[in-house]
């Protein structure tokens, strides 16, 4: 392995593929990245590093590609219930009060791999909402693949563990191998390429999850994203990060909620 990727290619790798997409190697992730680099020369039929180099800081498309197969799109539908019923019952009573004539909520699902968050968010409001309130779910990510699967809307049976029974028979249609998300859910989420190393352009979101993201990050780019979500969200809004991530430490106007249900963060101006 170490004759393949020398230590100065490593360096070069990882610098490039943290200033396009804040995505940190380490010497413990080197591998990862190793293996990755050998998938992509052999599909180019290209046996340089070197040459591989100089043709992705060209060729925006394949840098996609790169970028898409050194990112971990694990996820699952109801991942962390805890942030779900802190949205049912601390976020949206909150959200409800303050929206005043406004009776639209927004929700981004930032790095929403295959769409099993999004679509979660968008169950929930379905179910949650009263009358005379709409939603739309932003969904995005840096992997392509991901997002066309999340487009699709259609899970193997192994996928769909976590899904209350009564969701997946009202909001799943029953396919041969597995399920398809209807339309009525399908609709009311927008997948969108988006790297979260610049800016969305997205504004007034009322709550922004990104979780389980910020952690293949450093602290540099993570300040960074977390600068751009508040940029993002309107006066008053949540951020939900992934349980094993925090912003303690790094200095941002966030202010830490704690409930009864789970952790989270809210931008209050
Ligand atoms: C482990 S998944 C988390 C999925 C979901 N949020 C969850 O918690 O189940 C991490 C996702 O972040 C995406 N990601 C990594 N770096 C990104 C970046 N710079 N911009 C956008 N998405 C990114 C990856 O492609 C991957 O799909």
């Keep these: 392995m170490a004759d393949f990727l020398p230590d100065s290619d490593f360096e070069l790798y990882r610098t490039l593929i943290y200033n396009e997409s804040g995505i940190h190697f380490s010497a413990t992730n080197r591998s990862i990245l190793e293996s990755r680099l050998r998938e992509r020369l052999r599909d180019k039929k290209m046996d340089s590093l070197k ?61 929403c791999s295959t769409g099993e968050e999004p679509y979660t968010i968008a169950i929930l409001l379905k179910e949650l909402l009263g009358p005379g309130w709409t939603f739309e779910v932003i969904a995005s990510d840096i992997s392509l693949k991901s997002l066309m699967v999340g487009k699709e809307g259609f899970y193997p049976e192994a996928r769909i563990q976590g899904i209350p029974e009564n969701y997946l028979s009202k909001y799943f249609e029953k396919r041969p191998n597995g399920y398809q998300v209807k339309d009525e859910i399908r609709n009311s989420i927008r997948f969108d390429y988006h790297n979260l190393k610049n800016d969305s352009g997205l504004r007034n979101l009322d709550v922004v999850f990104c979780r389980n993201v910020l952690i293949y990050f450093d602290e540099v780019a993570q300040k960074a994203a977390i600068e751009r979500f508040w940029d993002a969200m309107a006066q008053k809004a949540f951020l939900f990060i992934g349980h094993s991530e925090s912003l303690f430490g790094m200095n941002t106007r966030f202010e830490f909620v704690k409930t009864d249900w789970a952790c989270f963060y809210k931008k209050w101006s």
């Design 51 to 111: 040459d591989y180099y100089s043709m992705i800081t060209r060729d925006k498309e394949e840098m996609k590609v790169l970028l898409d197969s050194v990112t971990t799109n694990l996820t699952r539908f109801f991942r962390n219930q805890a942030h779900f019923d802190a949205v049912q019952h601390y976020v949206l009573p909150e959200l409800l009060k303050v929206k005043g004539a406004d009776r639209k909520l927004r929700f981004w699902s930032a790095g």
